[in-house]
């Protein structure tokens, strides 16, 4: 018999649900374990090192739950750790795994929701300083022009469930306003930050209609599929009996309390 193993699925918190959501649906057939640190989030206004040390603690846990591959959910983590437990860690500690990102195959298609060759990029303090998005699309698209804009309430809004009521219209109102004072030829707006999509009703009525608001959970999930087509020996060791397991190193019931808004279906987590 074959060693199977499953999908980890890493965020500071709450938000990589919203692209959890998304690979599921894609690719509903494989094994799953989403971890959340919750007790230490959020992750935007740490230092690098911070963010390094805890992503990697949270890396190497998935590991030994028996992942071989595991998805960066989290803007701030893809940003701020990857690169190094990708050039460093793996092939020090863990040839045989791979870990991936959400910045890289955001960056690969963007060029495909502008014609103005303007995008602005909203996300966490620390998405925005590290100015991962700026290189990564440079990459693929020399000639798009990013504007940034750190939206540091958003997060804690989200988390604390108060992200819909009017208390936060100033908020979103604000960092909206400040990233269009930038340029009024922006025509694309990424939400580069997982758990921002649940602002998107308010967002839709803040940006004008011709703007393009991007989330992450789609793109991420695509860019999976192809991965893993391009990758048949990683494919071929996924548990395939659709299990989907929910860690955290919060308190599970106010885990699972607010994960089921993210994810749109009711979760049942354990204490990591």
Same mark, same amino acid.
């Given at each position: 018999?074959?060693?199977?193993?499953?999908?980890?699925?890493?965020?500071?918190?709450?938000?990589?649900?919203?692209?959890?959501?998304?690979?599921?649906?894609?690719?509903?057939?494989?094994?799953?374990?989403?971890?959340?640190?919750?007790?230490?989030?959020?992750?935007?206004?740490?230092?690098?090192?911070?963010?390094?040390?805890?992503?990697?603690?949270?890396? &190497?846990?998935?590991?030994?739950?028996?992942?071989?591959?595991?998805?960066?959910?989290?803007?701030?983590?893809?940003?701020?750790?990857?690169?190094?437990?990708?050039?460093?860690?793996?092939?020090?500690?863990?040839?045989?795994?791979?870990?991936?990102?959400?910045?890289?195959?955001?960056? &690969?298609?963007?060029?495909?929701?502008?014609?103005?060759?303007?995008?602005?990029?909203?996300?966490?303090?620390?998405?925005?300083?590290?100015?991962?998005?700026?290189?990564?699309?440079?990459?693929?698209?020399?000639?798009?022009?990013?504007?940034?804009?750190?939206?540091?309430?958003?997060?804690?809004?989200?988390?604390?469930?108060?992200?819909?009521?009017?208390?936060?219209?100033?908020?979103?109102?604000?960092?909206?306003?400040?990233?269009?004072?930038?340029?009024?030829?922006?025509?694309?707006?990424?939400?580069?930050?997982?758990?921002?999509?649940?602002?998107?009703?308010?967002?839709?009525?803040?940006?004008?209609?011709?703007?393009?608001?991007?989330?992450?959970?789609?793109?991420?999930?695509?860019?999976?599929?192809?991965?893993?087509?391009?990758?048949? &020996?990683?494919?071929?060791?996924?548990?395939?009996?659709?299990?989907?397991?929910?860690?955290?190193?919060?308190?599970?019931?106010?885990?699972?309390?607010?994960?089921?808004?993210?994810?749109?279906?009711?979760?049942?987590?354990?204490?990591?």
């Amino acid at each position: 018999m074959k060693e199977t193993s499953p999908i980890g699925i890493f965020d500071s918190g709450y938000g990589g649900l919203t692209v959890f959501r998304s690979i599921a649906d894609q690719l509903p057939e494989y094994d799953y374990i989403y971890l959340g640190d919750n007790a230490r989030s959020p992750y935007g206004d740490h230092s690098f090192e911070t963010i390094y040390k805890y992503t990697l603690e949270c890396v &190497e846990w998935l590991f030994a739950k028996g992942c071989k591959l595991v998805i960066l959910a989290c803007n701030t983590a893809s940003a701020k750790a990857l690169r190094t437990i990708q050039q460093k860690d793996l092939p020090a500690k863990y040839p045989d795994r791979r870990v991936l990102g959400v910045i890289r195959p955001t960056a &690969e298609v963007i060029g495909n929701f502008t014609q103005s060759n303007q995008v602005g990029v909203m996300g966490t303090r620390g998405t925005v300083n590290s100015e991962s998005y700026l290189l990564e699309i440079n990459k693929f698209f020399p000639d798009i022009k990013v504007l940034q804009q750190s939206c540091p309430m958003w997060v804690p809004l989200i988390e604390n469930n108060e992200h819909l009521q009017p208390g936060a219209d100033f908020f979103i109102d604000e960092y909206c306003s400040l990233l269009m004072a930038q340029s009024g030829d922006i025509d694309c707006v990424l939400l580069a930050c997982t758990h921002y999509p649940l602002l998107l009703p308010k967002l839709r009525a803040v940006f004008p209609d011709y703007i393009n608001i991007l989330t992450q959970g789609e793109i991420v999930a695509n860019g999976l599929v192809d991965y893993l087509k391009r990758h048949p &020996e990683i494919e071929n060791k996924i548990g395939r009996k659709k299990d989907k397991l929910f860690y955290t190193s919060g308190d599970p019931a106010a885990f699972n309390e607010h994960a089921s808004i993210f994810f749109g279906e009711d979760v049942e987590s354990n204490s990591m």
